[in-house]
C-alpha cells in the first residue's frame, strides 16, 4: 500500500479537482429541487428536495431514492450552492450548519483530502493509510508560501507560524487538540519536522528526500526523519530524536490507538534572530501513571516495558532480574503484540535516542532498573493471616529482587509495608496493615516511582536540548493535549482534561473573535463588541474559582484538609455551595452511575467522584519513601528527594479512623494536592498562550475501526462539537461571515438590478449600496465597509438561487430569439430558391423554343461580320490615338515620379508628426501620473490626519479610563482602612478579655493566700512527723533519684510542648487575625496555668523544705544544663546584633545606590534640559509671540535649573545627614557588641541566682512523702497539656476543674496526714511500682522525642545546605564546646560551695517566691514589649516593599523613556524618506513642466507640416481623378469601336489583328492604372497605420497610466504596512509591559516568600526573647525600658508630625502644579490666536509663489516634526498619567501608615499605663506575702533576715544592674534604631516623591509647549492641505485641456479638416504652472474644454 501510494501524484491528495465542483448539471439541479438537509440516523444528515409545506412541516423527497418524508421546519438546515462543494475553508460557507460542515468534510475525506480549514482551525481527519504528502518537496512548495496561497496543510500552518515569529517577533503556537487516535502525535511530529528542516542552519539537506509518511503510521516517524535519507544539525537531530524516548515511556497501545500519548505536552522551539533553532524545552501535563499498574481488555501498559522485555539482552537480563511476560501481574494481558511493530527494534531505536541525546551508560541503567523495579512491585504477594486481618508477606522473593534493584534493606521494607509506624497524636505507633492497604501502598508506590522517573526523563531531555550558547529571541510552541471527550462515566482526570479544553476554547473564541472585530473595525461597520471568551468563563469559574463560593478544585481540596471527610461529604458540599450555579446540575441518572453534572460548552458530562479525595491527595507510605530517599543507589535516591512533601498513609488513615484529624498537615507546609498543582501548571501554560499568537490544528478520528475510506457521521460530529468547531460556527453566526468585494458582487449579482445603476463610471460602494436598495434586504442582514459588503449566514445562497432563476430566464429568452431567426433566415432561403427556379424554367422555355429557328442561326452567324469593312479607318484613327495616349503616358510618368517624391517627403514629415504625437502622448500621459500621485499623495494626507485624530481620541479615553481607575482604587483604599479600622476593635475587644481573665486569676491566687494559711497549720505538726520521715527517707532514695528523672523528662516536654506551640503559629498563620489572637490568649492561659501550678509547688515546698537539703547538689547538676541552654541563647543574641550590624551595613550601601542614581537621573535631567533648550532654539520662528514664548521658556528653564540646584543641596545635606546617622549607628551597636562580651563574663557571676532555681526539683521530689496522688495530678497535666492542641475549646474549663479538684484533693489529704504517715511503707512500695510504670511510660516518651528530635535535625541539616550559614555554626558549635569545659569547671568549684550555702539557701526560699513571682510578671510584660517589637518590624518589612515597590517603578519609567526616545527616532527617519519622496515629485513636476512647453513647440511645427501635407495630399487626389476620367474615355472608345459596324471589304483576320494589338494597349493602360491606384492605396494603407499607431499610442499611454496607477496603490500600501507596523511595534510595547508585570508579580511573590523566611527568623528571636524572659528578674529594668519606650514614641510623635508636615508640602506643590496648569492652558489658548492669525496671513499671501513654496516646503517638514512630536508628546502624557497616579497612591500609602503610627503609639501608651497598674498591683501582692510570710516563720526569718539581705544586695548589683540592664539597653536601643531606620525610609521615599513631582511638573509644562506649538503647526498644516487641494484641483484642469487639446487634434488628423482653430485656441491659453501646481485660464475657455472634453469621453467609451 505504501509502495503504491507513494507512486502516485501528491496533488491529487492536496488540490481540488475544480471541474467536478464547477458543474452547471449540479447548479441546475441545486436550484430546481431546492435541495435541503434533513436528519438522518444512518448518515447525520441526508440531501433532499422541498416539494410542499405544510404550516411547521415540509413535505421533501429524499435524493438518494426518491422517497418523500415529512420533517419539522426547524429540522431542516440549509444547503448551500454547488460552487461551495469541497472548499478549502469551511468558514467562506454562506449557510455555516452542522450539515454543511460535515458534508464538506466528508467529500474532502473521500477525496483524499483530509485537512480542511475552518476559520483559525485546521481540521484534520485520520486517514488510516500512508499519503505521499509528507516528503521533502512538498515541505519546498510550502515553503515561503502564504496560507491562502497553498491548499489546507499542517505544513502550511506550520510555516505560517514560522513566518509570521521572524516578521513579527512575536512568539506563536501551535494547538493540537482531539480524541485518542486522532492523529494530535503524528500533526506534533511533522511540525516539529518541517521547523527542523526549514529552521535548521545544516547545508546539506537539499541533496536528499524525505520517505513518505503518514499522519498516522505505526512507527516512530521522529525516528526514521533522522535516520533517513535527511541530515540535519545535532541540535535538530536531537530534537527529533526526544519523540522516541518519550513516546517509549509515555505512549501505549489502546483499543482506539495503537501508538496513543498517556500525557499532554507543550514543546517549546527557540529560535535566534535569523530564525534557527537554539534550543527547545518540554513540560508534561497528566501521565497517566495507573496504566503502568493495570490495563484494560486487549491494551497495553506503556511501550518500555514490553521494549525491555523483549530487546534486553542475557547480560542486561540478568543484571536487571527480568523476566517473561507472563510472569509480571502489572502486566495484565501478557505481551500483545502490535501490527507492523517489532518491540525488539524499537527497544534499539530507543536506546540509539539515548545516546544521541548524550544519555551516559549509568544513568540508561539506572532508569531501566527503575523500570524492572515497577514490575517486581506487582510481584510482591500479600496474604490475610487466619484469625487477624492483618497482612503477611510469605514468599520475600520478589522483595528481595525490588530491594536490590533500588537499593534498599529487605527487613526495614517488609517491616514499613506491612505495620508502619503511624503518627496518633503526638505518639508514633506501629500500626498492622490489611492486605488490602498493603496492596494499595504497594500499587500507589509503584506509580509514583513511575511518575518520578516519566518527569525526571523529561527534565534530563530539556537539559540536553537547552543550549545556553546563543539567546532564542522568539519561540515555537507546540501543545499536544488530549481534547474534550464525554464518556459514561468521567473521573477526575477526565475533568481535569475538560477544564483544560475549556480553558483552551476560551482562547479560541477571544482570538478569533478579536481578529473578526479587528476586520469590522477596519472596514468602519457598525458593530458593538462581543467577547466570546466571556461565554465560557462561568464554567470555567465553577471549576477554579478560589472562594466565594469557592469552586470544584478548591472545594476538593478544602475536604482533603478535613479529618473525616470522604466522597459523599465532598458531593454533598458541592451541591451546597453551587446548587444553583447554572452550569452545575444535579445528575438525571441513579446515584450509582453519577454524583453531579457540569454543563460544558460541548455539552452535559456526568462525572462520578469515586477516590477524588485520594486522587487529588495522592497519598504514599511515607516509611517506604524515606527508605527510597535513603537508598544506596544514588539515582533512586535523587527520584525521591521530594519525600517532605508527600501525604503519608497516617494522615489518610486519621481521616477515617482517628480523632486526631487536625494533624492532617505536612512537613513545613510543603505539600500541594494534585489539582493545586495542575491548576497553576494550566495558569502558566494559558499565560504563555496568551502571548503568543495562536494556531489550531484540531484533529477527529473517521472510525473505531481503523479502516481507511470511512466516515462515520455521528462519530465525527460528536467530536466537532467537542473540539470547538461548532463552537466558532456559532460564534461566526453571531457576526458576518460571508464577505464579498465590491466589484466582484457587482460584477455577479448586477443581473438582479439591471436598471439600478445608471450608465458611465460610479464608485464601488456607491453601487453596491443601490443594488442592496434594489434588492430590498433587511438592514440587520448585511453591512457595508470600505472595500467589502459583508453578509449573515444564508444571504449569499439566497442571492445564489435569485440569480440562477434570472439566468434561466433569460437563457430561455434567448434560445427562443435565436430559434426565431434561424426559422426566419431558412424560411427566406426558400423563397429565393423558388423564384430563382421559376427564371431558369423561364429562359431554358425560351432557348428550346429558338435553337432550330433558321433566322436565329444566320443572325448569330452574320453578327461577327458587320464591322470587317471599316477596319482600316478604324486603325488609321486608333494610331493617332496611341500616340497621343503615349505622350500623356510620358506626361503623366513624369508627374506620377513628382507626386512619388512629394509622397516621400510627406511620409516622412507624416513620421515626424507620429513621433511628436508620441511623445506628446507620453507627456501627457505622465501628467497624468503626477496627477494621480498628487491624488494619492492627498489620500495619504488625510488618511494619517485622520489616523492622528482617531489616536488622540484614544488617548483621551484613555486618560479617562485611568483616571475611574484611579478612583477605583481610591475606595479600595478607603474600604481596606475601614476593614483595618474592625481589626482593631476587634482587638481591643479581644485585650478586654484578656483583662477579665486576669481578674479570675486574681480570685485564683486569692484562694491560694488560704490554701497557705492552711498549711501554715500543719507546718506546726511537721515536726512530731520528722522522726518517721527520718525512717522513710531511706526507702525514698530510690523513688527519688526516679523524680529526678521525672524532672528531666519533664523539662524535655515542655520543650517538646513549646516547639508544638511554634509549629501550630506557623501553621495558624495562614488563619484569619481574630483566630490568631484567640491562639495568643490561650497560650498565655497556659502559662498562666504553668504559673499556678509553680505556686502550688511552691507551698509544697515550704512544707518539706526541712527534709530536702541533702539532694540540692544533684538538683544543681540538673539545673546545669540550663545555664548551658540560657548561655547559647546570649551567644544566638550576639549573632543577631551581629546580623543586623550586616544589613544596617547593606542599608548603608543601598543608600549610596540611591544617591548615584540620584546624581543620575540628575545628569539625565540636565541633559534632557539642553535637548529641549536646543529644540527650542531650534524651532524659534521670528514673530513676536514666539519671542514671547522663548523668554516664558527660558524663565522656566532658569526657574527648572534653580529648583533642580536647590534639590541637590537638600539631597546632598540629607545623605551628609544618613552618613552621620549610620555612622552614630555602627557606633551604637559596637557598644553592643562590647556589652554583649562583658555579659558573657557576668553569667558566670550569676550563677548563684541560678542555684536559688535549682532547688525547685529538690522541693518535688519532697512532695512524694505526703502523697501518691500528687504525682499522678503530675502525669495528668502532662497528658492534658499534650492534648491541649486538639481540645483548645475546653482547655481552660478543664484547667480550672484541675485546679479546684487538686486543692480539695489537698484538702483532704492534709487531714488525713496521720493516717498516710503510718501507711508510709505501704505506700513506698506502691510508689515504686508506680514510679516503674512512670519510668516505662517515660522511656517509651523518650524515645518518641529522640525520634522527632532526629526528625528535627534531618530537616535542620536541609535547611543548613540550603542557607550560607554553616560556617558560622561550626565556630558557634567550638564556642559552647569551650564554655561547657568552663562551666564544668565552674559546676565543680559550685558543688563545694553549695555545702557551705544549703542551710543560707533554705532560709532563703520565702523571699524567692515572691520573687518568682515577680519575675512572671516581668516575663508577661516582656511578652507585650517582644509583640510591640513584632509590629513595628512589620512595619519597617512594609517600607521596605514600598521603597522597592517605588524603585521599580522608576525602572521601569527609564525603560518606557528609552522607548519613546527610539520611537521618536524611526519617526524621525521616516519624515526624512518623506521629504525625500517628496523632492522627488517636486522635480518631476518641474520637468514635466518643461517637457510640456517642449509638446507645445512641436505640436506648433506639426500643425505647419499638417497643413501642407493636406494640400499636397489634396493635389495628389485631383491628378487621381483626371486620370480616372481618361481611362473611363478610352473604355467607351474602345467599346465603341467593337461595336461599330464597317461593311468596308476588310476581312475579318486585319480586325482580330488590330483588336489583339488594341487590347495590348489597353492592357498596357491598366497596368499603369493599377499601379497609380496601388499608390493611392499605400498612401491610405499609411494613413491608416498612422491612426493604429495612435490607437497604439493611446492604448500604451493607458497602460502606463494604469502602471503608474498601480505603483500609487503599491506606495499606498507600503505607507499603510509601515503603519500597521508601528502598530505591532505598539502591541509589542504593550505586551512587553505586561510581560514587565508579570516579572513584578513574580518579584513580588519571592519577596512574599522573603518575608516568610523572615516571620521564621523573627520567630527563632522570639525563642531567645522567651529564654531571656527567665533572667529577668527585677522590676527597675522594666521602669527603664518604660521610660526608653516613652522616649521611643515621643521620637515618634515627632517624626509623624514631621512626615504630616512633608504631606502638607506635598499638597502645596499639587495645587502649584494645578496652578502652572491653568496658566499653561490661557497660554495655549492664547498660542492657539496667534496661530490662527499667521494661518490668515499665510491665506492672504498666497500671491507670492516663490516664497510661498518656500514656506510649503518648510511646512511639511514641520508638519513631519509635528506629527513626531505629537505621539512623542502622547507617550509622555501616558507617563505623567502613571506617575500622577503611582504618587497619589504613595501619598495614599503614606497617610495609611502614619495612621498605623498612631495607632500604635496609642496602644503603647495603654500598654504602660496597663503595665503600671500590674506594677503596683505586684508591689502590693508581695508586700502581703512578705507579711504573711514574717508572720508565720517569725522564728525562723529572724535568723535568716541579714543573709536575705546579702543576697538581695548581690541579686540587685551583679543581676539587676548588669545583666538585666544591658540587655534591656540593647533590645531598646534595637528597637530605636529600627524606628529611626523605619524614619529615614519614609524622609527617603519622600524625597524621591518630591523629585518624581518636580520631573513631572517640568514635563508637563515642556508637553504643554510642544501640545502649542504643535496646534499651531496643525493649523498651518491645514492651511497649506487646502491650498494643496486648491492647486491639485487648478492642475486637474490643466490635464484636462491637455487632453481636449489632444483629442481634438485627433479627430482632425483623421478627418483631414483645417488645423487653424487648434492654434487659434492655443492662443487664448495662459500660462500653466505646473510646479506650483496652479492653472491660470480664462472661464469660458475652462468651459469649453470642459465640455469638450466630456464629449471625447463619451465618445472614447461609446
Not at 522516541?244 to 509515555?250: C, K, M, Q, V, Y
Not at 540629607?1214 to 552621620?1220: C, H
Not at 489583328?1553 to 499603369?1568: A, I, N, P
Request: hydrophobic share 35%; with cysteine.
Amino acid at each position: 500500500m505504501s509502495q503504491r501510494s507513494g507512486q502516485e501524484d501528491p496533488e491529487r491528495y492536496l488540490f481540488v479537482d475544480r471541474a467536478v465542483v464547477y458543474n452547471p448539471a449540479a447548479q441546475a439541479d441545486w436550484t430546481a429541487k431546492r435541495l435541503v438537509w434533513i436528519p438522518s440516523e444512518r448518515h447525520g444528515f441526508e440531501a433532499a428536495g422541498v416539494r410542499e409545506e405544510r404550516g411547521d412541516e415540509v413535505v421533501v423527497e429524499l435524493a438518494e431514492n426518491g422517497k418523500k418524508a415529512v420533517v419539522n421546519k426547524d429540522d431542516i438546515q440549509k444547503m448551500n450552492p454547488p460552487k461551495f462543494s469541497k472548499v478549502e475553508d469551511m468558514a467562506e460557507l454562506t449557510c455555516l450548519n452542522e450539515a454543511s460542515v460535515l458534508h464538506n468534510l466528508k467529500d474532502r475525506y473521500y477525496s483524499g483530502l483530509i485537512y480542511t480549514y475552518s476559520g483559525l482551525f485546521c481540521v484534520v481527519i485520520n486517514p488510516y493509510k500512508n499519503l505521499p504528502i509528507y516528503s521533502e518537496n512538498i515541505i519546498e512548495m510550502y515553503r515561503g508560501k502564504k496560507r491562502h496561497e497553498m491548499p489546507p496543510h499542517i505544513y502550511a500552518i506550520s510555516e505560517s507560524a514560522y513566518r509570521c515569529m521572524l516578521q513579527d517577533r512575536e512568539d506563536q503556537s501551535i494547538l493540537c487538540t482531539g480524541e485518542s487516535g486522532a492523529g494530535k502525535t503524528e500533526n506534533t511530529k511533522k511540525v516539529i519536522q518541517y521547523l527542523a528542516h526549514v529552521a535548521s542552519s545544516h547545508k546539506g539537506r537539499k541533496d536528499h528526500n524525505i520517505p513518505p509518511e503518514s499522519p498516522k503510521p505505526v512507527k516512530l516517524q521522529a525516528q526514521h526523519a533522522v535516520s533517513g535519507p535527511l541530515f540535519y544539525g545535532e541540535l535538530e537531530r536531537q530534537l527529533l530524536q526526544a519523540n522516541p524516548i518519550l513516546e517509549s515511556f509515555g505512549n501505549a497501545k489502546t483499543v482506539k490507538n495503537d501508538n496513543s500519548s498517556r500525557f499532554g505536552k507543550f514543546i517549546r522551539i527557540n529560535f535566534d534572530v535569523t530564525g534557527y533553532i537554539v534550543g527547545a524545552n518540554i513540560e508534561t501535563y497528566l501521565l497517566e501513571k495507573s496504566r503502568a499498574i493495570r490495563q484494560a481488555k486487549d491494551e497495553r501498559t506503556f511501550h518500555v516495558f514490553y521494549q525491555l522485555l523483549a530487546g534486553a539482552g542475557e547480560h542486561l537480563k540478568s543484571d536487571l532480574l527480568l523476566e517473561g511476560f507472563n510472569n509480571y501481574r502489572f502486566l495484565s494481558n501478557g505481551n500483545i503484540p502490535i501490527p507492523g511493530q517489532q518491540d525488539k527494534e524499537n527497544f534499539q531505536e530507543t536506546m540509539d535516542a539515548m545516546h544521541i541525546m548524550s544519555f551516559s551508560h549509568e544513568e540508561i541503567l539506572a532508569m531501566l532498573k527503575v523500570v524492572s523495579s515497577v514490575l517486581q512491585f506487582g510481584n510482591i504477594i500479600f496474604k490475610k493471616e487466619r484469625n487477624t486481618d492483618q497482612a503477611s508477606m510469605p514468599d520475600n522473593t520478589a522483595a528481595q529482587k525490588l530491594c536490590h534493584l533500588l537499593g534498599m534493606n529487605v527487613m526495614e521494607f517488609t517491616r514499613a509495608i506491612l505495620s508502619p509506624r503511624i503518627k496518633v497524636g503526638r505518639d508514633y505507633v506501629q500500626k498492622a496493615q490489611t492486605k488490602e492497604q498493603a496492596d494499595f501502598a504497594v500499587e500507589a508506590l509503584a506509580k509514583a516511582t513511575y511518575e518520578r522517573l516519566f518527569r525526571w526523563l523529561v527534565h534530563r531531555i530539556n537539559r540536553a536540548l537547552d543550549r545556553t550558547k546563543r539567546q532564542g529571541a522568539s519561540f515555537i510552541g507546540i501543545l499536544d493535549i488530549a481534547g474534550f471527550e464525554i464518556f459514561q462515566l468521567n473521573s477526575f482526570e477526565q475533568m481535569c482534561i475538560n477544564y483544560t479544553n475549556e480553558k483552551l476554547q476560551q482562547l479560541f473564541n477571544h482570538t478569533m473573535f478579536i481578529l473578526e472585530q479587528e476586520e469590522y473595525q477596519r472596514e468602519g461597520i457598525e458593530w458593538s463588541f462581543i467577547d466570546f471568551g466571556l461565554d465560557l468563563q462561568p464554567c470555567i469559574d465553577l471549576i477554579e474559582r478560589p472562594a466565594n463560593p469557592p469552586g470544584v478544585l478548591a472545594l476538593l481540596d478544602e475536604e482533603c484538609w478535613f479529618p473525616k471527610a470522604t466522597d459523599k461529604t465532598f458531593v454533598d458540599k458541592l451541591i451546597q455551595e453551587q446548587g444553583t450555579h447554572s452550569k452545575f446540575q444535579r445528575p438525571r441518572q441513579l446515584k450509582d452511575k453519577a454524583d453531579f453534572c457540569i454543563i460544558h460548552y460541548a455539552g452535559r458530562v456526568d462525572y462520578k467522584a469515586d477516590e477524588w479525595l485520594m486522587k487529588n491527595m495522592d497519598p504514599l507510605n511515607d516509611n517506604v519513601a524515606t527508605l527510597l530517599h535513603q537508598s544506596t543507589d544514588k539515582f533512586v535516591g535523587e527520584l525521591w528527594k521530594d519525600v517532605d512533601r508527600i501525604v503519608g498513609l497516617d494522615q489518610v488513615a486519621g481521616m477515617n479512623e482517628t480523632a486526631f484529624g487536625a494533624t492532617y498537615k505536612t512537613k513545613k507546609g510543603m505539600f500541594r494536592t494534585v489539582g493545586q498543582l495542575y491548576k497553576e501548571s494550566l495558569t502558566k501554560l494559558m499565560a504563555t498562550l496568551r502571548n503568543t499568537n495562536p494556531n489550531f490544528v484540531r484533529c477527529i478520528i473517521p472510525n473505531h475501526e481503523k479502516r481507511a475510506g470511512k466516515l462515520e457521521p455521528h462519530l465525527v460530529l460528536d467530536q466537532l462539537k467537542c473540539n470547538g468547531v461548532l463552537e466558532g460556527i456559532r460564534i461566526c453566526r453571531q457576526g458576518f461571515p460571508n464577505r464579498i468585494v465590491f466589484q466582484e458582487f457587482r460584477q455577479r449579482y448586477e443581473i438582479l438590478t439591471p436598471n439600478a445603476i445608471p450608465k458611465g463610471f460610479m464608485d464601488g460602494k456607491q453601487a453596491c449600496e443601490r443594488m442592496i436598495r434594489a434588492l430590498e434586504l433587511d438592514p440587520n442582514l448585511f453591512r457595508i465597509g470600505q472595500s467589502k459588503i459583508f453578509f449573515r449566514t444564508g444571504v449569499l445562497a439566497h442571492l445564489e438561487e435569485e440569480r440562477d432563476l434570472k439566468i434561466t430566464d433569460i437563457i430561455i429568452y434567448f434560445q427562443s430569439v435565436c430559434r426565431g431567426y434561424l426559422a426566419r433566415k431558412a424560411f427566406a432561403k426558400k423563397q429565393q430558391q423558388l423564384s430563382a427556379l421559376k427564371v431558369l424554367q423561364r429562359n431554358c422555355a425560351a432557348y428550346l423554343k429558338l435553337r432550330h429557328w433558321q433566322w436565329w442561326r444566320l443572325f448569330t452567324k452574320v453578327k461577327p461580320l458587320l464591322q470587317v469593312t471599316r477596319q482600316e479607318e478604324e486603325m488609321q484613327a486608333k494610331d493617332e490615338e496611341l500616340i497621343k495616349v503615349k505622350e500623356r503616358q510620358l506626361k503623366v510618368e513624369n508627374e506620377l515620379v513628382e507626386m512619388e517624391r512629394k509622397h516621400q517627403q510627406l511620409v516622412e514629415e507624416k513620421n515626424i508628426l507620429a513621433e511628436q504625437l508620441q511623445a506628446e502622448t507620453e507627456l501627457f500621459a505622465e501628467a497624468e501620473e503626477m496627477r494621480a500621485r498628487l491624488a494619492s499623495r492627498k489620500q495619504e494626507l488625510e488618511e494619517i490626519l485622520h489616523d492622528l485624530e482617531s489616536r488622540v481620541e484614544e488617548e483621551e479615553e484613555r486618560n479617562q479610563s485611568l483616571q475611574n481607575e484611579k478612583k477605583k482604587m481610591q475606595s479600595h483604599i478607603q474600604d481596606l482602612e475601614e476593614q483595618l479600622d474592625e481589626e482593631e476593635a476587634a482587638r481591643q475587644k479581644l485585650q478586654l478579655d484578656k483583662v477579665t481573665a486576669e481578674a479570675k486569676i486574681k480570685k485564683l491566687e486569692e484562694d491560694i493566700v488560704l490554701l497557705e494559711d492552711q498549711n501554715s497549720k500543719f507546718l506546726k505538726e511537721k515536726k512530731l512527723l520528722e522522726d518517721r520521715i527520718s525512717e522513710a527517707t531511706s526507702q525514698l532514695t530510690e523513688e527519688e533519684e526516679k523524680a529526678k528523672n521525672l524532672g528531666k523528662v519533664k523539662n524535655k516536654q515542655e520543650m517538646m510542648m513549646v516547639d508544638l506551640e511554634e509549629r501550630l503559629k506557623k501553621e495558624e498563620k495562614t488563619r484569619q487575625e481574630l483566630e490568631k489572637a484567640k491562639r495568643k490568649l490561650d497560650a498565655e492561659t497556659t502559662d498562666l496555668q504553668d504559673q499556678i501550678a509553680e505556686l502550688q509547688a511552691q507551698i509544697e515546698e515550704l512544707k518539706i523544705q526541712l527534709a530536702k537539703k541533702e539532694e540540692e547538689l544533684q538538683a544543681a547538676l540538673a539545673r546545669s544544663d540550663e545555664e548551658m541552654v540560657q548561655k547559647n541563647n546570649a551567644l544566638k543574641q550576639v549573632r543577631e546584633l551581629q546580623a543586623q550590624l550586616a544589613e544596617l551595613q547593606e542599608d548603608l550601601e543601598s543608600e549610596r545606590m540611591c544617591r548615584s542614581k540620584a546624581e543620575k537621573l540628575k545628569r539625565d535631567l540636565s541633559e534632557e534640559l539642553e535637548a529641549l533648550k536646543t529644540e527650542l532654539e531650534d524651532t524659534l520662528d521670528t514673530t513676536a509671540a514666539q519671542q514671547e514664548l522663548r523668554t516664558k521658556r527660558e524663565q522656566e528653564v532658569a526657574e527648572l535649573k534653580k529648583a533642580i540646584d536647590e534639590e541637590t543641596k537638600n539631597h546632598e545635606a540629607q545623605i551628609q545627614d544618613m552618613r552621620q546617622r549610620h555612622s552614630t549607628a555602627l557606633e551604637e551597636l559596637s557598644e553592643q557588641l562590647d556589652q554583649a562580651k562583658r555579659f558573657k563574663t557576668n553569667l558566670e557571676k550569676n550563677k548563684q541566682a541560678l542555684e536559688s532555681d535549682n532547688k525547685e526539683l529538690g522541693c518535688e521530689v519532697k512532695s512524694l512523702q505526703q502523697a501518691k496522688a500528687e504525682s499522678e495530678h503530675k502525669r495528668k497535666k502532662l497528658e492534658a497539656q499534650l492534648q491541649e492542641f486538639v481540645a483548645r475549646a475546653t482547655e481552660v474549663e478543664r484547667a480550672k476543674g484541675e485546679l479546684a479538684e487538686r486543692s480539695h484533693k489537698l484538702q483532704t489529704e492534709l487531714d488525713n496526714v496521720s493516717t498516710l504517715l503510718e501507711e508510709a511503707e505501704k505506700k513506698g512500695i506502691k510508689l515504686a511500682k508506680d514510679a516503674d510504670s512512670l519510668g516505662s511510660q517515660l522511656q517509651d516518651t523518650h524515645e518518641l522525642l529522640q525520634e522527632e528530635t532526629r526528625q528535627k535535625l534531618n530537616l535542620g541539616s536541609r535547611v543548613r545546605q540550603l542557607e550560607e550559614e554553616k560556617n558560622t555554626l561550626l565556630e558557634q558549635q567550638e564556642e559552647d564546646e569551650e564554655a561547657r569545659r568552663n562551666l564544668e569547671k565552674q559546676l565543680q568549684t559550685v558543688q563545694a560551695q553549695l555545702f557551705e550555702t544549703k542551710k543560707k539557701l533554705d532560709e532563703d526560699v520565702g523571699a524567692m517566691e515572691g520573687l518568682e513571682e515577680v519575675k512572671r510578671k516581668l516575663q508577661k510584660d516582656v511578652e507585650l514589649t517582644s509583640q510591640r517589637l513584632e509590629e513595628k518590624a512589620m512595619a519597617m518589612d512594609k517600607m521596605e516593599k514600598t521603597k522597592n515597590r517605588l524603585q521599580q517603578e522608576l525602572d521601569d519609567l527609564s525603560v518606557d523613556l528609552d522607548h519613546q526616545r527610539q520611537i521618536v527616532s524611526n519617526l524621525e527617519k521616516k519624515q526624512k524618506k518623506f521629504d525625500q519622496m517628496l523632492a522627488e515629485e517636486k522635480t518631476i513636476s518641474a520637468r514635466y513642466a518643461e517637457e510640456r512647453d517642449r509638446a507645445e513647440a512641436e505640436a506648433r511645427e506639426k500643425d505647419t507640416k499638417a497643413l501642407s501635407m493636406a494640400r499636397a495630399l489634396e493635389e495628389a487626389l485631383e491628378a487621381k481623378e483626371e486620370l480616372e476620367r481618361f481611362n473611363k474615355q478610352l473604355r467607351a472608345e474602345m467599346e465603341d469601336l467593337m461595336s461599330s459596324k464597317d461593311d468596308v471589304g476588310k476581312n475579318v483576320h486585319e480586325l482580330e489583328k488590330s483588336k489583339r494589338t488594341l487590347e495590348q494597349q489597353v492592357e498596357e493602360m491598366r497596368t499603369q492604372l493599377e499601379e497609380l491606384e496601388d499608390e493611392l492605396q499605400a498612401t491610405e494603407d499609411a494613413k491608416l497605420r498612422l491612426e493604429v499607431n495612435m490607437q497604439a499610442m493611446k492604448a500604451q499611454f493607458d497602460r502606463d497610466l494604469q502602471a503608474r496607477d498601480e505603483q500609487g496603490d503599491e506606495k499606498k500600501r507600503a505607507l499603510v504596512k509601515q503603519v500597521r507596523e508601528m502598530e505591532a511595534e505598539l502591541e509589542d510595547e504593550r505586551k512587553q509591559r505586561t510581560l514587565a508585570v508579570a516579572v513584578k508579580k513574580k518579584l513580588e511573590m519571592d519577596l512574599s516568600e522573603l518575608e516568610g523566611q523572615i516571620e521564621a527568623a523573627n520567630k527563632g528571636r522570639d525563642e531567645a526573647i522567651k529564654q531571656l524572659r527567665k533572667l529577668q528578674a527585677q522590676m527597675k529594668d522594666y521602669q527603664r525600658e518604660l521610660e526608653e519606650a516613652r522616649a521611643s514614641r515621643d521620637e515618634i510623635f515627632t517624626q509623624s508630625k514631621e512626615n504630616e508636615k512633608k504631606l502638607k508640602s506635598l499638597e502645596a506643590e499639587i495645587l502649584q502644579l494645578q496652578e502652572d496648569h491653568a496658566a499653561s492652558e490661557r497660554a495655549r489658548r492664547h498660542a492657539e490666536q496667534e496661530r490662527d492669525e499667521l494661518a490668515d496671513e499665510i491665506a492672504n499671501s498666497a500671491s507670492g509663489k516663490s516664497s510661498l513654496l518656500e514656506e510649503k516646503r518648510r511646512l511639511e517638514t514641520r508638519i513631519a516634526q509635528l506629527e513626531e512630536e505629537l505621539e512623542e508628546e502622547q507617550g509622555n502624557m501616558e507617563l505623567l498619567n502613571d506617575r500622577f497616579r503611582k504618587t497619589s497612591l504613595q501619598v495614599d500609602n503614606l497617610n495609611t501608615e502614619l495612621a498605623g503610627e498612631r495607632s500604635a503609639a496609642q496602644k503603647s501608651e495603654n500598654a504602660r499605663q496597663q503595665m503600671e497598674r500590674q506594677n503596683k498591683e505586684l508591689k502590693a501582692k508581695l508586700a502581703e506575702l512578705e507579711g504573711a510570710v514574717k508572720s508565720k516563720f517569725k522564728a525562723s526569718i529572724t535568723a535568716l533576715e541579714a543573709k536575705i539581705l546579702q543576697l538581695e544586695e548581690q541579686l540587685e548589683q551583679e543581676a539587676k544592674e548588669r545583666a538585666a540592664a544591658n540587655k534591656i539597653v540593647r533590645r531598646t536601643e534595637k528597637k530605636l534604631k529600627e524606628v529611626m531606620m523605619q524614619v529615614e525610609d519614609e524622609r527617603r521615599h519622600a524625597d524621591q516623591y518630591k523629585e518624581q513631582m518636580e520631573k513631572a511638573n517640568s514635563r508637563m509644562k515642556q508637553l504643554k509647549r510642544q501640545l502649542e506649538e504643535a496646534e499651531e503647526e496643525a493649523t498651518r498644516a491645514n492651511a497649506s492641505r487646502r491650498k494643496l487641494q486648491r492647486e491639485l484641483d487648478d492642475a486637474t484642469e490643466a490635464s484636462e485641456g491637455l487632453t481636449r487639446e489632444v483629442t481634438s487634434l485627433k479627430n482632425r488628423l483623421r478627418r483631414g479638416g483645417p488645423v487653424s482653430s487648434f492654434s487659434s485656441s492655443r492662443s487664448s491659453r495662459r500660462n500653466l504652472n505646473l510646479d506650483g501646481a496652479s492653472v491660470d485660464m480664462s472661464d469660458d475657455d475652462a468651459d469649453s474644454r470642459a465640455s469638450d472634453f466630456n464629449e471625447t469621453q463619451t465618445s472614447n467609451v461609446e
